[in-house]
């Protein structure tokens, strides 16, 4: 049964490969394939699947703070593009009457 601790890790290696190169939309079969894996394994890991499980943690634990840290890259510039719309929304306010034909 270990060998499917040891393909689960792996699976666990190629999900923070893709993370780390931003392919996210090829997590979904990574994660299916992570998924059909665990379904397999018995409620409790026989002791050799140990040295597997701590892997899996740890790789877990880095793709999570990795995630994090794009996510917040992704926020950071969301939220300096709204301050520009919003910029750009006053001073579209402010000379919105200079761009009106008033002459009728």
Aim: charged content about 25%; overall charge neutral.
């Amino acid at each position: 049964m270990s060998s499917a601790y040891e393909e689960l890790a792996a699976l666990c290696e190629v999900s923070l490969e893709l993370v780390r190169d931003a392919q996210y939309g090829a997590l979904a079969p990574v994660h299916e394939a992570c998924r059909a894996v665990v379904e397999k394994l018995p409620p409790t890991p026989p002791p050799a699947a140990v040295p597997a499980l701590q892997r899996v943690a740890a790789l877990d634990a880095e793709k999570h703070r990795l995630l994090e840290q794009q996510a917040r890259l992704v926020r950071d510039a969301l939220v300096r593009i709204q301050g520009g719309r919003d910029a750009l929304d006053g001073y579209a306010r402010r000379h919105a009457s200079a761009r009106v034909d008033t002459t009728g």
